[in-house]
C-alpha cells in the first residue's frame, strides 16, 4: 500500500470511545481531509470494531477543518502509477469498505461541513443520518479527469430522480446542502453555527436509538426552500438532455437548450463537460446508466474493476494526464488521448468494462454472519504478492 507521509504523532483519524458513543474525525485539515491508504485502514478497523462491540450504539462521522473529505488523494494514485498495481491494496480496501458503510449496523451519523466530494462523500450519502449546512458543497468531478464516478456513486446517482444523476455525473455540477436533502442524499439541514450544540447534544442522548437520534437532529434542523437559481428547478431540462442515450446526444442536446432565453446556467456546465475527458466522460455515462439496473454489491465489482483498468491505463492514459495538469504541475491543460468522444469507441469500452475472473473480483460478503469476511489480506490479490516476496 502506498505511504502517506505525515507529521510525527499525527493521526490522519481520531477515533474516540465515549460512553455508548463513537466518534470518528477525519483528521488532515490541511489536505481538505482527502482519504489516503492509511485513512481507509483506520476507518476499516475503527467500523468493525465498534459495529462488534455492543456497548456502542451512535457512530458519529466529521471532519476537521474546513472540509468534510474533497475525496481520494490524487497525489497518491498518480506518485503510484509506478510500478503497476501499487494502488491496488488501497482501492480493494476502499470498495470493500463502501459496501460494509451502506450495510452498517449501528447508527451513523455525518456531520458534514465544507466540502464533501467524490470518494469523500461516500462517507456521507449512505449514512443513517446525514447533517448538511449552508458551507457544505457536494460533487462527483472525476470524469473531467479522466477517471469514473466511484466509491458506489454509479449506484447512488442512478437512484436519484429522473437523469439527475448523469448530469451531476457528467457535468462535475456542485449541490450546496440545502439541494442534497430535497434529492434525499442528506436527511437534515442544520446552520453551522448550531453544528457544535448539534454534536454536544447527540452526546449527551448516549443513544442509537433512532427515533431519539431524528428527533434530537430535528432541534436544530430548518426546513428547506431551495434558492430559486437552483439546478434542481431546472429538473425537466435536464431529463430532456441527460434521457439521451449517448455523451454525443447529451451534448448536443444541451448546446440546444442553452440556445433558449433564460438558460444561461447551461453555459458553465456546458464548457465543464467539453472540457472533460472524452474517455472519462463516456466510462462515466456508461456506469452510471448501467447502475440503474444493478444492486450496489454489482455497481461496486464493477466500479473497482474500471478503477483497476483505469489506473492500468488499460485503454488510455487520461486519469495520470488529469492528475498532472489539476494537481502536479496546475497549468489546467490536460490533453486527452484519445482527445474526441468519436474516438472512444464502444469496444474500448467494452474493454475497461470487462469483469475480472472470479477470484480477482471484490470480494464482497453474500452472508450476514460472515459479513466482515472478504478483507484485501484475504484475497487472491495478497495471496500473489506473498508468493513474490
Not at 451519523?109 to 448538511?132: D, N, R, T, Y
Not at 435536464?238 to 453555459?267: L, P, Q, Y
Not at 474500471?306 to 491543460?333: C, F, H, P, W
Request: aromatic share 8%; charged share 30%; net charge negative.
Amino acid at each position: 500500500m502506498t505511504q502517506e507521509v505525515s507529521k510525527p504523532n499525527e493521526q490522519v483519524v481520531l477515533g474516540e470511545e465515549i460512553e455508548n458513543v463513537r466518534v470518528i474525525t477525519l483528521n488532515r485539515p490541511r489536505h481538505l481531509n482527502v482519504i489516503s491508504s492509511e485513512v481507509v485502514s483506520l476507518l476499516a478497523k475503527y467500523l468493525e470494531k465498534w459495529e462488534k462491540d455492543d456497548k456502542a450504539e451512535l457512530v458519529i462521522i466529521k471532519g476537521a477543518g474546513r472540509a468534510f473529505s474533497a475525496g481520494g488523494d490524487l497525489k497518491m494514485f498518480y506518485d503510484g502509477r509506478e510500478p503497476r498495481d501499487t494502488c491496488l491494496e488501497v482501492v480493494y480496501r476502499m470498495y470493500w469498505l463502501c459496501y460494509h458503510i451502506h450495510t452498517y449496523q449501528k447508527t451513523q451519523v455525518a456531520l458534514v461541513h465544507g466540502i464533501s466530494m467524490g470518494g469523500g462523500a461516500s462517507l456521507m450519502v449512505p449514512m443513517k443520518f446525514s447533517v448538511v449546512t449552508e458551507k457544505t458543497v457536494f460533487a462527483t468531478p472525476e470524469a473531467s479527469i479522466g477517471f469514473h464516478t466511484d466509491c458506489g456513486f454509479s449506484y447512488m446517482l442512478s437512484h436519484l430522480p429522473g437523469h439527475l444523476g448523469e448530469f451531476i455525473a457528467l457535468t462535475g455540477a456542485r449541490l450546496n446542502g440545502k439541494e442534497l436533502v430535497a434529492v434525499g442524499m442528506a436527511t437534515h439541514y442544520v446552520p453551522s453555527k448550531k453544528m457544535p450544540e448539534l454534536e454536544k447534544r447527540l452526546m449527551c442522548l448516549n443513544s442509537g436509538d433512532c427515533n431519539a437520534v431524528k428527533s434530537a437532529i430535528e432541534e436544530f434542523s430548518l426546513d428547506i426552500k431551495l434558492d430559486e437559481e437552483s439546478v434542481l428547478n431546472k429538473q425537466s431540462t435536464i431529463d430532456e438532455c441527460f434521457s439521451k442515450d449517448s455523451v454525443e446526444e447529451i451534448i448536443k442536446s444541451f448546446e440546444t437548450e442553452a440556445g433558449k432565453e433564460g438558460n444561461a446556467w447551461i453555459v458553465p456546465l456546458l464548457k465543464s463537460l467539453k472540457r472533460a475527458s472524452p474517455t472519462g466522460l463516456k466510462i462515466t455515462f456508461r456506469s452510471v446508466r448501467e447502475g440503474r439496473n444493478q444492486t450496489l454489491a454489482e455497481c461496486l465489482k464493477k466500479e473497482f474493476n474500471l478503477t483497476m483498468n483505469i489506473l492500468r491505463t488499460t485503454i488510455s492514459n487520461d486519469v495520470y494526464e488529469g492528475i498532472r495538469a489539476l494537481t502536479i504541475d496546475k497549468d489546467n491543460a490536460p490533453k486527452w488521448d484519445p482527445p474526441t468522444l468519436d474516438q472512444v469507441s464502444s469496444e474500448k469500452l467494452d474493454i475497461v468494462f470487462q469483469p475480472f475472473k472470479e477470484e480477482l473480483e471484490l470480494q464482497i460478503p453474500e452472508k450476514e454472519e460472515c459479513r466482515w469476511d472478504g478483507k484485501y489480506e484475504h484475497s487472491a490479490y495478497a495471496k500473489v504478492t506473498e508468493e513474490a516476496k
